[in-house]
């Protein structure tokens, strides 16, 4: 007749008396947050970035849903306007004869036009980047104002 294995035999053979003090926590990396149980012995390492304590770090902040939506819809705006440029650059464009250096000087100012728009907005996101959100909005907008594109709005009112 076989005999059942004492369960306790087992975990006898996995540990060792006094061996719980030398298991050391459980740890996240900073930024990670632990849940359920047990998560309250769950230790955080916190060291030091760039010479600075954790806890004096302020935690990363991100933009609203409404922030999100606006800077789309101002980023499409630019979109469009670089297609302005170029269409109404494509309209005015003139014969060699009409500048000095002919139609090289031209093309080369056209196409700094239309990239104008992109250029701004990737400089105004990544110069504000540690700003308020208002103040990001606010050179979007002035540059909004700025690079509007005259030549093709121009030559859609009339001939």
Known sequence: MATEPDP??????LSWD????????????????????GSETVEVIR????????????????????ALIGLG??????????VGWIIG????????EQL???TIQYAIAAW??????????AAVMYLTRASKTWVRFVWLAAGAVL?????????????
Do not use: C, H
């Not at 006094?18 to 947050?33: F, H, Q």
């Not at 690079?147 to 001939?159: A, C, H, Q, T, Y």
């Open 8 to 13: 306790s035999l087992d975990d006898d053979a």
């Open 18 to 37: 006094g061996d719980e003090s030398l298991v050391a926590p459980p740890k996240l990396n900073r930024g990670w947050t632990a849940v359920g149980k």
């Open 47 to 66: 060291e030091p970035v760039d010479g600075v304590a954790v806890a004096e770090q302020p935690a990363p902040v991100g933009l609203s849903n409404a």
């Open 73 to 82: 819809i101002i980023g499409g705006i630019f979109v469009l306007y670089t």
């Open 89 to 96: 650059g494509l309209r005015l464009q003139p014969d060699g």
């Open 100 to 102: 000095a250096a002919g």
């Open 112 to 121: 700094v036009a239309a990239a104008a728009p992109a250029i701004w907005f």
């Open 147 to 159: 690079l509007v594109p005259w030549p093709f709005v121009w030559g859609g009112m009339g001939s």
